[in-house]
């Protein structure tokens, strides 16, 4: 099962590599991984997405991540209610006759077109990754020649409804 | 014409770079030895050794592995952390199988590790490694030093990460120019900052209350004690409270000692070469209460078969070992002295369990222990025997890992705690004859025996000019089967006696090798050469080499075979 991850780590050197070192020595499979700096100097937020076989194994990987000296918190916050956000960069071949019909195609996914070239366009999108996963497909009969996407990012909603409302919030299953 | 005063850095008591900012800060920490080999990227700490002679002990070695081991003994039998010093590069890398075996093993360890200048750090400069990057996966923590102004508060947290909650290693990389850099002005004390690093080291009472309800509900029983018992230094708690509720005890390989081997309660060693009744215990038990063991697979065996019947109770102060291995129903993260005391103070009753000891007690009756004692040639376990008779039990044991740990295991009856040194998660060749080292400058008064092997005890003999020079009166025992002989019985009995790679044909002269180093060494036949000897040898003050020969078709038995359950023990009676 997928689940996603969030920590609160010390901005340090070394701190990204402890972290996957740790997954990958623990054999954990990370899907996406995506840091950035948070509202306090000095602290980061990393957001992972791991392949975990079952509950055991999901305790494991967030007790070792809070073993870290530079891991302040760990979170599970996969059923929780959460907004979570990845962006990707899509580029397309075609030329710029193509784009009214590609600009049909993603203007329900309220993605943009943000570079034009003789033989290829640029798409950016930003959602949820099955939303991304989604767009590509509808693009592949145009002939993708790149992609690049940032992982996922994600945090708690402000409002956390009752136990019994949990799943239908849940991002990834 | 007016000469200048330069400072005389021998008499001036203030630090005047980075490097006696350290040593001071060291002195600060009570470290009173440091393990070490110098090198060109700590010549700067060398130097300030140089300068704080008489204050602080440092210890040359022959090998940066031989100080780190002597390191891992010292913290072992002080409880206080290790404290070494290794140069950039090799000296660092050399390290590295220490380090990894104080992780597993939970042992405290300071390391400092030169490194070139900051300026050159990166561009694949002589001796360069990178330290951080290897370290970071066998340490509890690492640092590296990017400012003077740093030191004392990384140190202080080193120190403090070091020892508390589960201990470990802890690395601090010194780039040569920190270490040799002037100290414009003396930093200010170093405070800890560690928010992401609070260990739990008081229990939940709702767990204790819940373990101990189902100790009277219990009728099968059965405490294992681990090295957690030793970091806790809580033997004598649990020991009340293994005889306070009648409950039997099962140590680990690293627990020897954590509760007396002569109690009518203990059952000895479990796992793979443990006692058939310790294993029987746990795989009957209705109720297992762990106390700082891991659940590593050498006690475990197969972990489907594994204590099948048992509700299970881990206390450990690292919450990522309980639930790792064995799905637990009461985790109580906690010191396990704090724990045990918690436990004494609730009024619970004592389960019922007499039909369970008699069991027990039945069965260590009819399945102890057992070797065939040749008298064609020595036993090794007669051997270890031996070794206990002539030491009243009493002396500290070190060991590598093979047959003699086993051995020495099965055979030195522990009866206190804090005597028993020896790799047990890494499983480190080489070690048992520096860690002697450090375990003798930790407790002089002590005897410090290292059992070694006739193969491990020369990757590390180098270390025999160490006790030379620091005239250490260490007993070194090599158990001398002219072979790997764990790697030969394995192969005997699991790969269809294949014996590949595994015979010693070619051995140094032991005794004559002992004696180019200025050290008496003498070679054991036979046992009554042994008989007259030993007391000989163990009333010498002074370091001896005995190169004992025993048979080498002996087996470490009884055996839990790679893959069995604990319950399919082999060799549990003579054959």
């Known amino acids: ?173 | 014409m007016k000469v200048e005063e330069k400072p005389d850095f021998q008499t001036s008591a203030a630090p005047k770079t980075g490097a006696d900012l350290l040593i001071d800060l060291l002195i600060t920490e009570g470290v009173d030895t440091l393990f070490g080999y110098p090198g060109g990227a700590v010549l700067p700490i060398y130097d300030a050794i140089y300068r704080a002679r008489g204050t602080i002990k440092h210890v040359l070695f022959r090998h940066e592995q031989g100080s780190i081991h002597a390191a891992e003994g010292y913290a072992r039998i002080t409880g206080k952390p290790g404290v070494v010093i290794a140069t950039s590069g090799p000296g660092a890398t050399n390290l590295v199988t220490g380090i990894t075996d104080a992780m597993m093993d939970s042992l405290p360890l300071v390391i400092f590790t030169g490194q070139v200048a900051r300026g050159v750090i990166g561009t694949d400069a002589f001796q360069e490694a990178d330290v951080m990057a290897i370290t970071t996966p066998i340490t509890k923590h690492n640092y590296q030093v990017q400012a003077i102004s740093d030191l004392p508060r990384i140190v202080k947290e080193a120190f403090h990460i070091a020892s508390t909650g589960r201990p470990g290693p802890v690395l601090i990389d010194i780039p040569k120019d920190i270490s040799a850099g002037e100290l414009t002005e003396v930093p200010a004390e170093g405070t800890i900052h560690l928010p992401g690093y609070q260990p739990t080291t008081k229990p939940n009472p709702l767990q204790i209350k819940k373990l101990a309800d189902a100790i009277t509900k219990s009728v099968k029983p059965v405490i294992l004690s681990g090295a957690g018992i030793l970091h806790g230094k809580a033997s004598k708690e649990l020991t009340s409270f293994a005889e306070k509720h009648k409950i039997p005890v099962v140590t680990t390989l690293l627990g020897l000692g954590t509760f007396p081997a002569n109690s009518p309660l203990s059952l000895g060693m479990g796992g793979m070469h443990g006692t058939y009744t310790a294993n029987m215990a746990i795989y009957e038990s209705d109720l297992l209460i762990n106390i700082g063991a891991r659940f590593d697979d050498r006690l475990t065996g197969s972990l489907k078969h594994f204590a099948p019947n048992a509700k299970v109770a881990h206390i450990d102060i690292d919450p990522a070992e309980i639930g790792k291995n064995v799905p637990t129903q009461i985790p109580i993260v906690s010191d396990s002295k704090e724990a045990l005391v918690e436990l004494m103070n609730q009024t619970s009753e004592s389960p019922e369990a007499e039909d369970w000891l008699a069991t027990l007690n039945k069965l260590k009756e009819e399945f102890p222990l057992w070797y065939k004692h040749d008298q064609n040639g020595m036993s090794p376990q007669w051997l270890i025997e031996a070794i206990h008779k002539v030491t009243n039990g009493d002396a500290i044991v070190t060991t590598d890992v093979g047959q003699h740990q086993m051995w020495a295991a099965q055979y030195y009856n522990f009866e206190k705690p804090h005597r028993w040194v020896t790799s047990g998660g890494l499983g480190t060749m080489g070690f048992g004859f520096p860690a002697a080292i450090g375990a003798q400058m930790a407790s002089p008064g002590s005897t410090v025996v290292a059992i070694v092997g006739d193969a491990g005890f020369q990757m590390t003999l180098q270390e025999l000019s160490v006790i030379y020079e620091q005239n250490l009166p260490v007993k070194i025992i090599i158990v001398n089967n002219g072979a790997l002989g764990m790697v030969r019985q394995w192969q005997e009995l699991l790969h269809g006696n294949r014996i590949s790679e595994s015979i010693l044909n070619t051995q140094p002269d032991f005794v004559k090798l002992a004696e180019a180093y200025h050290i008496r060494g003498l070679k054991i036949e036979s046992q009554e050469e042994l008989i007259t000897k030993l007391p000989e040898v163990f009333a010498y003050d002074g370091p001896v080499l005995m190169d004992c020969r025993v048979l080498q078709e002996e087996k470490v038995f009884p055996m839990i075979a790679p893959g069995k359950g604990i319950h399919e023990m082999i060799g549990v009676k003579p054959s």
Do not use: C, W
């Open chain 1, 1 to 173: 099962m997928k689940r996603i991850i969030s920590l609160t780590v010390q901005d340090r050197s070394g701190v990204l590599n402890r972290v996957t070192g740790l997954l990958q020595r623990r054999q954990f499979n990370i899907s996406s991984i995506s840091v950035g700096p948070t509202e306090t100097e000095g602290i980061s937020k990393m957001t992972l997405v791991v392949e975990v076989e079952d509950e055991q194994r999901l305790e494991q990987v967030t007790k070792q991540l809070n073993k870290q000296i530079d891991v302040l918190k760990v979170s599970d916050i996969t059923d929780k209610a959460i907004v979570a956000r990845e962006l990707a960069l899509i580029k397309v071949a075609g030329s710029s006759q193509l784009r009214s019909e590609i600009n049909g195609i993603i203007d329900p996914f309220r993605a943009l077109i943000i570079d034009v070239s003789k033989d290829s366009l640029t798409i950016q999108i930003t959602g949820r990754p099955d939303k991304i996963d989604a767009l590509i497909d509808l693009l592949r009969p145009y002939g993708i020649k790149e992609i690049a996407r940032t992982g996922l990012t994600a945090f708690l909603r402000g409002h956390q409804p009752q136990v019994n409302e949990l799943t239908t919030y849940s991002q990834i299953k």
